[in-house]
């Protein structure tokens, strides 16, 4: 094979006769002086305990290019601008003098080191989160009596056609034992566990006895098999179809009704994909994030698209860490549910649920039925409801709804069997008191002038969290796999616009409480 040689003169860099020369001046003090964002990131992870961080990298064996600490503002800083790939973050430490500026004369941090030290920080960065929230609060830059809470759900980096549906599997688990029940005979009583149990013990003594008879095992066209070797793959086939339906539904778990086999933790949800609400079902997460006084206080990652089911474990990771300072709790009507009441009402906070019927309460034929209601009379004594032109509702029976989360509802169902008013023979009515009592309370309190401030709040500082994360910083697709790793990827974001928010109030000259007042 022939070499050229290359006599191009674009590759001969001597041929330019005047040289330009660039000249820096390395003080990098001068060009960040009044970079107010950058320096924050400095004071404030100066002010956390790091000692958990800093074990991070062991103190034998080579030196690290860069610091943990050092590396943990880059990354923060980063975030805060819009970085998040790991080769952008490294272009960004050869080229950016602000980042040059944090690495303070270290040599610039390649992609896969930025990665790896993303890894050994997944456990650590809500605490992280938290020591700044704590930071923020000694410098009364957010008030804690009111929590603003919203949700949304984000694009799981996951293929969007590696589904697996309980419904699909557990249907096709159904049919097999059935047939497997039938061929050996088996209790019908037996659950799938014991199923799978059984095939397993006969599948080793079939296989132990064709070891002891020597059977030869025969493939391919024009061979004869032996009933034992029939028997044996029969056998083997049901066993890892049984395991394989056991896995996926192990996978999913009680509540979770999808997941994708690229990211096992990822469940399929409907998105809004454009303002005509055009949703398709992609992997993906519910996050939810607690906002005060414009910050980011926490967060929580769920399986369960609706919010309804994450308002009460949401509530246990805050009031863990913020004990005895949370008063009032601000949500849509997506969260409300008999339970969240009940939970509110136990550890003393304020309830502004918006009701899942409040635009219901406007209509015509709500306020009809509602007056209806109001004029029936209770008879204590004999439990029914009389109308006013004397029909009685007599107590048929109770219905008990169990959660998902294994909540159990009580509901009265009363009944009046000589309604014979507009083509209804029967009318019945459902009272469950404790949900009733709770909402009508959440209810009044979202109505009063208060109620009307706390709404306005939520709508600004817990849907416009959402929208600097998907508007803001682009982030419409993570990035990363696992629920571990999507944690600690919305902590750091968290992190990222705090300092933000920060960094803008400062340049404001506005460091006051944010509460915005209703016109």
Not at 57 to 63: A, C, E, L, M, V
Not at 274 to 302: C, R, T, V, W
Not at 325 to 331: D, F, G, P, T
Request: some cysteine; proline content about 2%.
């Amino acid at each position: 094979m022939k070499t050229f040689k290359n006599t191009s003169s674009l590759t001969n860099y001597t041929l330019v006769n005047d040289t330009i020369q660039l000249r820096l001046n390395f003080n990098t003090e001068i060009y960040i002086q009044n970079d107010v964002k950058l320096r924050l990131v400095k004071n404030i992870i100066e002010r956390m305990n790091l000692s958990e961080l800093k074990k991070v990298y062991s103190s034998f064996g080579r030196k690290s290019t860069v610091n943990p600490v050092t590396m943990l503002e880059i990354i923060i800083f980063c975030y805060s601008e819009g970085i998040f790939s790991s080769r952008e973050i490294e272009k960004s430490c050869k080229y950016d003098l602000r980042i040059r500026y944090l690495l303070d004369g270290s040599k610039a941090p390649d992609h896969s080191t930025i990665n790896r030290f993303r890894k050994k920080i997944l456990g650590l960065t809500p605490d992280i989160l938290n020591q700044m929230v704590q930071i923020l609060i000694e410098e009364n830059q957010i008030d804690l009596s009111s929590i603003y809470i919203d949700g949304t759900k984000i694009e799981a980096y996951a293929n969007r056609y590696s589904f697996v549906w309980r419904g699909s599997i557990e249907k096709w688990q159904e049919k097999l034992i059935e047939k497997i029940k039938e061929e050996l005979g088996l209790s019908k009583s037996l659950i799938p566990d014991q199923v799978l149990q059984a095939v397993t013990t006969i599948f080793k003594q079939l296989r132990k006895k064709c070891k002891q008879k020597k059977i030869k095992f025969v493939y391919g066209k024009g061979k004869r098999k032996t009933r034992e070797q029939r028997d044996y793959e029969l056998l083997k086939d049901w066993k890892e179809k049984l395991e394989s339906y056991k896995k996926h539904l192990e996978i999913m778990g009680d509540y979770r009704n999808s997941y994708s086999k690229t990211d096992h933790d990822a469940t399929f949800m409907r998105m809004k994909e454009d303002h005509m609400k055009n949703g398709q079902l992609k992997p993906a997460y519910n996050i939810q994030l607690a906002s005060a006084s414009g910050f980011i206080i926490g967060e929580n990652i769920s399986h369960h698209p609706s919010d309804m089911y994450t308002l009460k474990p949401f509530l246990m990771k805050l009031l863990e860490n913020y004990q005895g300072k949370l008063e009032k709790i601000v949500a849509d009507a997506g969260y409300e549910s008999e339970e969240n009441y009940v939970y509110l009402a136990e550890n003393k906070l304020t309830s502004y649920i918006k009701p899942s019927n409040y635009e219901k309460l406007k209509t015509r034929k709500y306020k009809k039925e509602q007056e209806f209601r109001e004029s029936l009379k209770y008879d204590e004594k004999q439990d029914k409801y009389i109308s006013q032109d004397g029909r009685e509702f007599i107590r048929c029976n109770d219905r008990y709804s169990k959660r998902k989360s294994g909540y159990i509802t009580k509901t009265k169902i009363y009944r009046c069997f000589d309604w014979n008013k507009e083509g209804q023979k029967t009318k019945g009515i459902y009272i469950s008191e404790t949900f009733q009592k709770y909402r009508e309370e959440s209810l009044k309190n979202i109505k009063s002038d208060q109620g009307i401030e706390e709404r306005l709040n939520r709508s600004i500082q817990a849907e416009g969290a959402f929208s600097k994360i998907k508007s803001g910083l682009n982030y419409n697709r993570f990035h990363h796999r696992g629920k571990e790793n999507i944690i600690s990827e919305i902590c750091l974001l968290s992190i990222g616009l705090n300092l933000n928010k920060l960094a803008s109030k400062i340049e404001n000259k506005n460091l006051g409480i944010i509460k915005y007042k209703a016109a």
